[in-house]
């Protein structure tokens, strides 16, 4: 018979008691040193069996404090000065029980002194063995397990948060800080020195050996991007904590390699919690293009708020199993429907509405590639991103959604291609079918380039970089908005929750950056430079603008209560004669002429300037 192995519960009990009774040995111990000292080293005989009967009353006293401000949940080894604040409180209500104590049970012979200078040395003998045991336990784990010597790039203040998070790490040994402060230069912190500037990064490292530099400082800050400068020739390894949003992901315990994103400094969007969790939590939720990018984060987002049903539309078997398996993992408790369907079929689109009733819809479905929209695949943009929308906007008024939300693009604002024109019409679409159904609230959302997306030059140029280059820019001038993934998706979601029908909301993209840029980055990313990976420019492709507008010329923009968006208002109002449109799209055949086409767009999009 195999002897029965101990429970955990009964470990921690254990080492409960134990810690229990180390602290009533302390509380004692200070009792008497509290009467000691205040009898100059030398208690009076006549006092010993008063300073006997009162020890077991003040130990208990203190048992009782510190058990209700349950200091004995702390593990010794991690103790920190929130636990010792904790400590703290817990010695003061032991005082106070224990003076309480002594005045209804009448000793009048104890001291006052006595009770003021019991809960100071109960404290600081706590306190010694809690911070003893800490500092043991950290010496043995250095000696056991010295760690890979780590710089840290930052300020003071940013090194001093690092070096918090890096504490229960066994993987890493800070051995230097690089700060951009020149007055902080000399200084240490946790003993650890600032041994120099950001600019001295290849220099430090050869001298502590360090071929791995963790970046303190703020995402998207200059320092960064000089680290990452100074930091190539020397073949480090940048990393960076893990941002808010991938905490909650298991493999997101620790420090990460530095990505592109981190350089760009993106602030956090600040999402209305409450109001998302009352419009999506419980709710049926649908989403088409739930395969892509956008699409994909989307349906990330909406599972964390809650859904009792999450329907996942997309043409793409293999995206859809992809997500199917991701989200079975991460919310086991949710209902997820995934479907492969496509949004140019209308009854196929109709029949997963109606069996399910949506609350809110988001429609991602689209064909966003620029030069591959924009010869021999012109008709199909036209399918798929003005017949693809009207059918999910007019499913989603039949079905009774409270909420359809468009995803568009800042190249529908004066379209010089395709894709971009398709898309405006799929705007006025969406504004047409408003005018149909007064229930449901319809809005568009436009923003720029996402980084990381599918068809987008971040995946292309890293593919380049692995291959050894050259990287292929169109253009040394060419610039675009970037925001991450997840911002965008969680600003979708945003919109989508204060949006009136028929509204076009506008994102703060920050700043256009130079793709060129964009390209050196990622090439000092891959510890390489401009020398071992050359640039070249092709000149621009067919529809492709140097710089893209959030705003068409007629536009301006109204603030919403949401810093990161703001409402488009047109001087004008356009609008579509959709069974127009339907009728001259199917009439156009497979394989309509590319002239007429572009002659039939420019008429129902005047702003679109493509060349003749």
């Known amino acids: 018979m195999t002897p029965k192995l101990p429970r955990l519960t009964d470990l921690r009990n254990s080492l409960n008691l134990v810690q229990l009774g180390l602290d009533a040995a302390m509380v004692l111990a200070a009792w008497w040193l509290a009467f000691w000292l205040r009898f100059n080293l030398d208690i009076p005989e006549t006092l010993l069996p008063l300073v006997w ?30 636990e010792l604040r904790q400590l703290g409180t817990g010695v003061l209500l032991g005082a106070l029980f224990t003076s309480a104590m002594v005045v209804m049970l009448r000793y009048s012979a104890v001291p006052r002194s006595v009770l003021v200078l019991h809960p100071l040395i109960a404290l600081t003998l706590l306190g010694a063995a809690r911070a003893g045991w800490r500092t043991l336990a950290e010496r043995q784990s250095a000696t056991a397990s010295p760690g890979r010597p780590l710089l840290i790039v930052g300020s003071l203040q940013d090194a001093s948060e690092a070096l918090g998070a890096l504490k229960s790490s066994l993987q890493w040994q800070p051995v230097g800080i690089l700060s951009p402060i020149a007055a902080e230069i000399g200084r240490s912190i946790q003993n650890v020195p600032v041994l120099g500037d950001t600019g ?18 703020p995402a998207g800050s200059a320092v960064r991007r000089e680290a990452l400068l100074h930091s190539t020739g020397a073949g480090l390894t940048l990393l960076t904590m893990p941002r808010a949003d991938e905490w909650m992901r298991p493999q997101s315990a620790g420090p990460r390699r530095i990505e592109l994103e981190d350089l760009l400094g993106r602030d956090a969007v600040h999402l209305d919690v409450a109001g998302l969790a009352d419009l999506l939590s419980g709710q049926t939720v649908l989403v088409t293009g739930a395969g892509g990018s956008i699409g994909s984060e989307l349906c990330r987002q909406i599972a964390r708020f809650g859904v009792a049903r999450l329907v996942c539309v997309d043409i793409s078997e293999f995206s859809v199993y992809k997500l199917e398996q991701e989200l079975r993992e991460a919310h086991p408790q949710m209902k997820g ?6 949004v140019r079929e209308p009854e196929r689109l109709a029949a997963i509405a109606l069996l399910h009733r949506p609350t809110v819809v988001f429609h991602a479905a689209a064909y ?115 925001m991450t993934i ?27 950056m130079k793709i060129v840029e964009l390209a050196r980055m990622l090439i000092r990313l891959s510890g390489k430079t401009e020398q071992d990976v050359p640039i070249t420019y092709t000149g621009l ?55 007429l086409l572009r002659e039939w767009l420019r008429g129902q999009v005047p702003e679109y300037s493509a060349p003749r």
């Not at 020890?55 to 004995?72: D, E, P, T």
């Not at 911002?487 to 256009?512: C, K, T, Y």
């Open 541 to 595: 492709r067919p529809g492709e603008k140097l710089y893209e507008e959030l705003l068409a010329d007629d536009e301006t923009t109204e603030p919403t209560p949401h810093s990161k968006l703001r409402v488009a208002k047109t001087s004008g109002h356009q609008s579509l004669d959709i069974e127009a449109v339907v009728d001259w799209i199917t009439a156009a055949g497979p394989a309509p002429p590319s002239a």
């Open 53 to 82: 009967r009162t020890s077991a009353m003040a130990v208990a006293c203190f048992a009782l404090g510190l058990s209700l401000r349950r200091v004995y949940r702390q593990v010794w080894r991690f103790i920190g000065l929130p």
């Open 200 to 217: 001295s990064i290849a220099r430090v490292a050869q001298a502590t050996g360090a071929a791995t530099a963790l970046m303190a400082s």
């Open 486 to 512: 997840p911002e965008a998706a969680q600003l979708v979601l945003q919109a989508g929750l204060m949006g009136r029908s028929g509204q076009i909301f506008v994102l703060d993209m920050g700043e256009p």
């Open 337 to 342: 429907l995934y479907y492969t369907a496509n």
């Open 368 to 482: 966003k590639h620029v030069p591959l929209m924009e010869e021999l695949n012109e008709i199909e943009a036209l399918r798929t991103n003005i017949l693809g929308t009207l059918h999910s906007a007019r499913v989603a008024g039949q079905c009774g959604a409270r909420r359809f939300v468009f995803v568009s693009t800042d190249k529908a604002v004066n379209p010089t291609n395709i894709m971009g024109a398709s898309k405006r019409m799929a705007e006025l679409v969406v504004q047409g079918v408003s005018a149909l159904f007064p229930a449901t609230q319809y809005v568009s959302v436009r923003f720029g380039n996402v980084l990381g997306s599918s068809g987008s030059v971040v995946p292309l140029f890293t593919e380049q970089i692995a291959r050894g280059g050259p990287v292929t820019v169109t253009h040394p001038e060419i610039v675009r908005y970037f």
